[in-house]
C-alpha cells in the first residue's frame, strides 16, 4: 500500500516535469497519431483485400487486433523506461535507482509515464467496439463476452509488460536491449494482431511459449468466439500472465545482482 | 566505538564486455563470450567506526568509485564482505539504503526539472520523513547551507555550487548515520567549497554522523578528515592518520635558510639541496632520518644563520610520491 502511494506521488512528479516540455509534448502526440493512423490503414487494406483470415471474419479479427493495441498501448503508457531501459545502463543511472530504500522496479516505473501512448489504447478500443458491437449484434457474443474480453485485454498488459521486463534485463550483461524489444516485444504483439492460425507451426509455438503474446487474445478469444478451445483457454490468460510476471521478475531481481554500473 | 563501515577481503572483477551496435549484434552479443577480466578491486579490508570522517583517496581508475558502489549496495562484490550499519547492502540493500545517505557529485539525486522543494518533498515520503521532521530539516538546512533562497528554483537552472548543496540536503534529509560522498565539491570555487566544508565538519562532529569521502582536493583531505584511506590499482596502500601518512613515506620536510653571506660552498649533510640562490638555500630532508633541530644546527656549520622557515611536506605532494611509488 505504501508502495502505491509513493508510486503514484512519484509519478504525479515525473509528469508535472514532463509538463515543462508542452510543446515536446504535443509533437510527439501528434506524431504519434500519424503513425497510428498509418497501421490501422495498413490492417483496413489487408482487410478489404481479403475478407477472411484463415477462417476469421474482419470483425473478428478487429477484436483480436483491438485487444493486442489496448495491451500494448496500456504497456506503454505505464511502462516507457523498460521501453529505453539500456540507457540506465549505458550511462549508469541505474545507480541512483539501487541507493533507495524501494524496489528498483517501482523507481524505475514511477520515473515516466507515457500518456500519449493512450491514443494507441483509444483507437484498439474503437475497432474493438465496433468489432464486438457487429457480433452482438449478429447474436455471436453476449455481453459478458465483451467485459471477459476487455479484462483479458489488460491481462495482457501485464503479459507484455513481462515480456519486454525480461528482456530489458538483458542489458545487465550486454549493455544493450532496445533493439531486443524489436523482436521480443513489438514483432510478436504485432503478429498478435492476426489469427494466430495463419503462422507457420514454429512460429505458433514460439507464439505461446517463450513469447506468449497469444494469450493475450487469440487463445481465449478463440474460444469466447466458439471456434475452439475449453473453458481452461480462457483461464490460460491469468495463469499466463501470472507465470510471465513471476519468471520475468526474478530475472530481473538476479540480473540487478550483475549490474556493472560505469566508471566514476 | 562501534564500526560503522567494515569491509573484508572486498574483491571487485570486472568482465568488460563489448557494447555492440545494431540489432544482429546484439543478438550476437548475447552469445558471445568476447571481453576481458580486470580486477578493479582487489582484497581490501578496513574498518572505520561511527562518527569518523574518512578520506578515501586514489589516483583515477583506482578503484575508489567501485568500493563506494561496493558499500552502497549499487554493486555485488565478486568476494569478500562488506557491513554497513551492521548489515550487508547486498543482502539487505533496502534497510541499508534507509540509514545511508549518498551524493555523487557528477550527478545529481535530485529531479532536473522541478523546484528543489519538490525534490526534498518526494525524497521525504521515499524516506518515511514526517511533515514536521522535513519542515524542521528545511529550516536547519537553511541556516546551514543557505537552501532558503533557491528552494524553489527547478535543479537545472541552479548554479553548481547552489546544487550541490541541494544535493547534500537531500542526501541528509532523512538523518542517515552513514554518509558516502563521492567528489561532492568537483568543479566548485573556494567559496562553495569552504561552505561545504563548514556543513560536513558540522554534521560530523555535532550529529555524529560517519563520513566517507573521496576527492581529488587535498584540502578537503587536510581540513576534514581525521584519517585516510589510499588505495591503488585496486590495492590499499595505505590506512592511518594524515600526519602518519606524511611521515609513513618519508615525505621530505623543506627547510630553507637565509645566511648573514653566502657559503663558500653548498652545505652537505643529511639532506638534499633544492635550491641555493646566493644567501638563501633550501634543503629537503626526511624527518623520519633525522629531526629538525639537528639538521639547523648541522645548516649552521656553514655560517651564521640569519633567519629559518620550514614547510610541512603538502599532502598532495605525499600522495603523488605514493601513487607512482
Redesign the interface.
Known amino acids: 500500500m505504501a508502495a502505491i502511494r509513493?508510486y503514484v506521488?512519484?509519478v504525479s512528479?515525473s509528469l508535472?516535469?514532463?509538463m515543462?516540455y508542452k510543446v515536446d509534448f504535443l509533437v510527439s502526440l501528434f506524431f504519434d497519431a500519424i503513425l497510428q493512423s498509418v497501421d490501422f490503414a495498413l490492417l483496413a487494406a489487408i482487410m478489404l483485400r481479403f475478407p477472411e483470415i484463415a477462417g476469421w471474419t474482419i470483425y473478428e479479427i478487429g477484436i483480436l487486433y483491438g485487444m493486442s493495441w489496448i495491451a500494448m498501448s496500456l504497456y506503454r503508457t505505464l511502462a516507457p523506461e523498460l521501453h529505453d531501459f539500456e540507457a540506465y545502463i549505458?550511462q549508469g543511472?541505474f545507480?541512483?535507482l539501487?541507493?533507495?530504500?524501494?524496489?528498483t522496479l517501482m523507481v524505475l516505473l514511477s520515473r515516466n509515464l507515457e500518456l500519449r501512448k493512450l491514443g494507441g489504447a483509444l483507437q484498439g478500443f474503437v475497432v474493438f467496439w465496433i468489432s464486438t458491437n457487429h457480433l452482438l449484434a449478429a447474436g455471436r457474443i453476449g455481453w459478458t463476452d465483451v467485459l471477459i474480453m476487455l479484462g483479458l485485454a489488460a491481462i495482457g498488459t501485464l503479459i507484455a509488460f513481462s515480456i519486454s521486463l525480461a528482456t530489458a534485463t538483458?542489458a545487465f550483461?550486454?549493455?544493450?536491449s532496445d533493439?531486443?524489444q524489436?523482436?521480443t516485444m513489438f514483432a510478436p504483439i504485432t503478429a498478435s494482431q492476426y489469427p494466430l492460425t495463419v503462422f507457420p507451426g514454429w512460429l505458433k509455438g514460439l507464439l505461446s511459449s517463450i513469447l506468449p503474446v497469444a494469450f493475450i487474445n487469440f487463445v481465449p478469444v478463440q474460444y469466447l468466439l466458439g471456434k475452439g478451445g475449453s473453458v481452461w483457454s480462457l483461464a490460460s490468460s491469468p495463469i499466463a500472465a501470472c507465470i510471465c510476471l513471476t519468471v520475468a521478475y526474478s530475472f530481473w531481481r538476479y540480473g540487478e545482482?550483475?549490474?556493472?554500473?560505469t566508471?566514476? | 566505538m562501534q564500526p560503522t563501515i567494515e569491509t573484508k577481503n572486498v574483491t571487485k572483477r570486472?568482465r568488460v564486455?563489448k557494447?555492440?551496435q545494431?540489432?544482429w549484434n546484439?543478438?550476437r552479443?548475447?552469445f558471445s563470450n568476447e571481453g576481458r577480466d580486470i580486477v578493479a578491486v582487489d582484497d581490501i579490508s578496513f574498518t572505520i567506526e561511527e562518527g569518523s570522517f574518512v578520506g578515501y583517496l586514489g589516483p583515477?581508475?583506482a578503484g575508489?568509485?567501485?568500493t563506494i558502489?561496493m558499500m552502497?549496495?549499487?554493486?555485488?562484490p565478486t568476494s569478500g564482505e562488506i557491513r554497513v550499519a551492521g548489515m550487508s547492502p547486498?543482502h539487505n540493500?533496502?534497510?541499508v539504503?534507509?540509514r545511508?545517505g549518498?551524493v555523487?557529485g557528477?550527478?545529481t539525486?535530485l529531479?532536473?526539472?522541478?523546484p528543489v522543494r519538490?525534490s526534498l518533498e518526494?525524497l521525504a515520503?521515499?524516506?518515511r520523513v514526517s511533515g514536521p521532521d522535513l519542515q524542521r530539516s528545511m529550516r536547519t538546512f537553511d541556516e546551514t547551507l543557505e537552501i532558503g533562497p533557491f528552494l524553489d528554483v527547478?535543479v537545472r537552472k541552479l548554479s553548481l555550487g547552489q546544487r550541490m548543496r541541494a544535493d547534500l540536503a537531500a542526501a541528509l534529509l532523512h538523518r542517515p548515520s552513514v554518509v558516502f560522498l563521492?567528489?561532492p565539491t568537483i568543479g566548485l570555487d573556494v567559496v562553495a567549497k569552504s561552505g561545504i566544508r563548514r556543513f560536513l565538519r558540522e554534521i560530523n562532529r555535532k550529529e555524529g554522523v560517519t563520513i566517507l569521502l573521496t576527492t581529488h582536493d587535498m584540502d578537503d583531505i587536510e581540513q576534514l578528515c581525521s584519517r585516510v584511506i589510499v588505495i591503488n590499482h585496486g590495492r590499499l596502500v595505505f590506512d592511518g592518520d594524515i600526519d602518519h601518512l606524511r611521515t609513513s613515506l618519508g615525505a621530505p620536510t623543506l627547510l630553507t635558510v637565509e645566511y648573514a653571506t653566502a657559503p663558500a660552498s653548498s652545505p652537505i649533510g643529511p639532506w638534499n639541496v633544492v635550491e641555493q640562490a646566493g644567501a638563501v638555500v633550501t634543503v629537503a630532508f626526511d624527518r623520519t632520518a633525522c629531526t629538525a633541530g639537528e639538521v639547523i644546527a648541522r645548516l649552521s656549520q656553514f655560517g651564521e644563520l640569519r633567519d629559518v622557515h620550514m614547510s610541512e611536506p603538502n599532502i598532495e605532494t605525499v600522495i603523488e610520491r605514493m601513487y607512482t611509488g
Request: aromatic share 14%.
Open positions: 509513493l506521488q512519484l512528479a508535472r516535469a514532463q515543462q549505458i543511472t545507480d541512483s539501487l541507493i533507495r530504500p524501494w524496489p538483458f550483461w550486454i549493455g544493450r533493439d531486443l524489436t523482436f545482482r550483475h549490474y556493472h554500473s566508471g566514476s | 570486472f564486455a557494447a555492440r545494431g540489432f546484439t543478438v552479443g548475447l583515477n581508475g575508489k568509485s567501485t558502489k552502497t549496495g549499487i554493486l555485488h547486498q540493500r533496502k534497510e539504503a534507509r545511508m549518498v555523487f557528477q550527478r539525486q529531479w532536473w526539472d522541478l519538490d518526494l515520503a521515499m524516506y527547478p563521492d567528489e
